[in-house]
């Protein structure tokens, strides 16, 4: 049947186009993500994207929950990075509370988000890179991802869901096995990130498959909300770390990687080039900290950080803090806060708004990719069916981030 | 770009159109009649010195016992050369929610005004494909409204009065 | 002089089951043989939606790698696998979706599910999230975590491996078994 609301590119050979599903089940959406294809032979003329497959209702559970509570719920966000969420999760309470965190824990702090950072990035490219036929150096280079869990696992016990980091500080101190794995990564995975440049960067068949595909311009970039590498790809050096620093970014030297023409292949790149920046930054936090007092992993204000457990059962006042913290009964002022941090796939903003009641009042995620992923028929419209896989793994979409 | 700048840019378009001015955090912030939303957006997006050209979020946010104006939508947005942010509030009565969509302006505002209709109800006038995003089409409710239950209904073995439900 | 090329000399094969065996043959039931077939060719049919997927991409790579378990081919068909593994949240958008994906399994099929989500809805107790996926089609293993570690997932799927080699040939045919899925509506 052919569709009078479409009008098929000039040339085609066959007057009428072919509807193709594909997903939310589909192994090449990596995720559940479903699309509507209008074909045209092997061409996409026009998409259909629906979501909504794993909404989890985070908003309406974060209104219920006491501030610190609501951490784990932002492990799941995004689970590829993790820490980033937690971490922008305590940026936003502290900077509801109005704390002041020391130096150290800042550090400790970027070092851990800018491992997620790597991790997050290792996923995307790798997948990339088997989406194009590459299968190998997706192997190769997700034994990494294992080392980085294995350093959140050192720091705070658990793989993937790290829940890591407390209002106020970390829960405990790095121990030196972390430190030991933090200086082996540094040392192992640079070797592995080269050889996995070197088996796609320059290889004729990635270039093909991926040069030209998925292309958008920064001007259609920023207007449809695209944040984070895919819109540094695009041109636009926009980031938060930089446009708006928070914790202690401000502290350190990295540069903002930004490509031209914003199709896949330039995203690969933005996103190989922020690893090497986040080695560099983590190195540089390494070497800040050293000239710090190593015995200091939290801010030193005991209504909104757990005291220690000796403590609580010896004195009178650490009892009452426990308990009010952990009965989530800390005085939160009425207020309302934007705070933004650069996730891995773009800003991640927290809207919250403070009624002064143990929960808030209201939560509100900007989850970056829920908001650039309606470019995605834009961005395929013309391409093959095979770009249009390429296109969506390389645009780093995470169904439980979009769906909320 | 100060904020006192951009508010009394504001106040000079507007004039008493616009109220409740405050800063916090940082981020100024303000209200606007609801039948304005598209004239601040448009003119915060067009004048030469504010350019505020990045839509960074909508949402919306529903106060019960506010009576003739539940439902305020929020508007975040940000000029990325100077990288300022502002925010800005319409409020809407519950019992007709119509509010002008912003979709000609931002490709962006689509999917962010279809998940605030889908949490709220908000009928956002003008918007090409307005309907849910997130929840299955047979909903017959708004779930993120404050009268509405979080829990899964059909759930019986939680109902422990200490901590369940 | 070391030969060029290297050996695997720590190769572990599955026990022979109980039978009789005499010069030239070796008799026991099909039931047995069919059971260590079907249990060590265990064709896993992924269904991931959210973090406990990761962790099964933990699973399937070098690290922990389940193609030792005889798992080695992911189909990424309904149709031509028997084990469906239910990975992360299923939201009640998605269940008519997980319902299908089953129905199209040719028997014998089983379905593990991992993690907290799948299992029980987990700490999503919301209007959207469906409160464990045996709501809408039968399971048979359960492995509990949010997300579960890749051992935990090697264990649930051991324990499948166990169901499977111990299943009678007819128990798919029995009365009790018909009740079950006639439970889930299923005929």
């Known amino acids: ?404 | 770009m100060t904020n006192e700048q951009i508010q009394s840019r504001l106040i000079e378009k507007f004039g008493e159109a616009l109220t409740n001015f405050e800063e916090s955090y940082g981020m100024l912030s303000f209200h606007a009649p609801k039948e304005l939303n598209l004239k601040v957006l448009q003119f915060l997006y067009d004048d030469e010195t504010l350019q505020f050209r990045f839509l960074t979020d909508i949402t919306a946010v529903h106060y019960p016992d506010q009576v003739g104006a539940e439902l305020a939508v929020v508007y975040h947005l940000q000029n990325l050369t100077t990288r300022t942010r502002l925010r800005f509030k319409i409020f809407t009565s519950v019992a007709s929610p119509q509010v002008f969509t912003a979709t000609r302006l931002y490709a962006s505002a689509n999917w962010m005004e279809r998940e605030t209709y889908d949490f709220f109800g908000i009928d956002f006038v003008g918007h090409p494909n307005l309907i849910r995003i997130l929840n299955v089409d047979e909903m017959d409710y708004f779930p993120l409204r404050k009268e509405f239950p979080l829990e899964d209904q059909t759930r019986v073995d939680k109902d422990d009065d200490m901590f369940g439900r | 002089m070391a030969r060029p090329v290297q050996y695997n000399t720590k190769i572990k094969t599955v026990e022979a089951p109980q039978g009789y065996s005499g010069e030239g043959f070796f008799a026991t039931s099909f039931d047995k043989v069919i059971g260590m077939a079907r249990a060590n060719s265990i064709w896993p049919l992924p269904f991931a939606t959210s973090c406990c997927g990761i962790e099964f991409m933990a699973t399937m790579s070098a690290h922990y790698d389940l193609g030792r378990f005889g798992a080695e081919r992911l189909g990424f068909t309904p149709r031509q696998c028997d084990l469906l593994m239910v990975m992360g949240t299923i939201s009640k958008k998605m269940g008519p979706v997980l319902r299908q994906v089953y129905l199209q399994m040719a028997e014998p099929r089983w379905v593990i599910a991992v993690g907290a989500c799948a299992s029980s809805g987990g700490i999503f107790d919301t209007y959207s999230v469906l409160q464990g996926i045996d709501q809408v089609i039968p399971v048979d293993v359960y492995v509990p975590g949010c997300p579960p570690r890749p051992e935990a997932i090697l264990d649930g799927f051991m324990r499948i491996q166990e169901l499977v080699g111990q299943e009678s040939l007819r128990r798919r045919h029995s009365d009790q078994y018909k009740a079950l899925m006639n439970s889930y509506g299923i005929e």
């Open chain 1, 1 to 404: 049947m052919s569709n009078p609301h479409i009008s098929l590119p000039q040339g085609s050979l066959e007057k009428q186009t072919t509807t193709l599903n594909l997903g939310p089940t589909h192994p090449a959406t990596h995720g559940v993500f479903q699309n509507i294809l209008e074909m045209d032979g092997e061409r996409v003329v026009s998409a259909v994207p629906t979501v909504g497959y794993i909404h989890r209702a985070f908003e309406k559970i974060a209104e219920r929950r006491p501030y610190y509570q609501i951490a784990p719920l932002t492990d799941r966000l995004n689970y590829c990075s993790s820490p980033i969420n937690n971490m922008g999760w305590h940026l936003t309470t502290e900077r509801l509370l109005g704390l002041q965190l020391p130096k150290r824990v800042e550090y400790l702090r970027v070092i851990i988000m800018e491992l997620a950072r790597i991790s997050d990035h290792i996923i995307c490219n790798g997948v990339v890179g088997v989406d194009t036929g590459a299968f190998t150096g997706f192997l190769y280079i997700m034994e990494f991802r294992e080392l980085a869990y294995e350093i959140y696992e050192e720091v705070c016990g658990s793989r993937l869901t790290t829940n890591i980091g407390r209002v106020g500080g970390f829960e405990r101190n790095f121990s030196n096995a972390a430190f030991e794995k933090i200086e082996r990564f540094l040392k192992e995975f640079p070797k592995a990130l080269k050889e996995f440049e070197t088996l796609l960067v320059r290889n004729r068949i990635f270039i093909e498959r991926t040069q030209g595909v998925g292309a958008i311009t920064a001007e259609r970039a920023l207007n449809y909300g695209f944040t984070g590498p895919n819109l540094r790809a695009a041109g636009v050096d926009y980031d938060v770390r930089v446009a708006h620093p928070y914790s202690s970014y401000g502290d350190f030297k990295f540069d903002i990687p930004v490509g031209t023409t914003g199709d896949c292949y330039d995203r690969f790149l933005v996103r190989g080039e922020e690893m090497w920046q986040s080695l560099s930054i983590i190195r540089q936090a390494l070497d800040k900290i050293q000239d710090l007092p190593a015995d200091v992993y939290h801010a030193d204000v005991p209504a909104y950080y757990l005291p220690d457990k000796s403590d609580v059962y010896t004195k009178m006042e650490a009892l009452i803090y426990h308990f009010k913290i952990v009965m989530g009964e800390t005085d939160i002022l009425p207020g309302e806060l934007y705070n933004a941090v650069e996730g891995a796939n773009g800003e991640l903003g927290f809207y919250v708004i403070s009624d002064g009641g143990r929960s808030p009042y209201r939560l509100h995620f900007r989850r970056p990719c829920f908001i650039y992923y309606q470019a995605y028929p834009e961005l395929i419209h013309g391409a093959m069916l095979a770009d249009a896989v390429v296109c969506m793994s390389s645009l780093n979409l995470i169904a439980g981030e979009l769906d909320a």
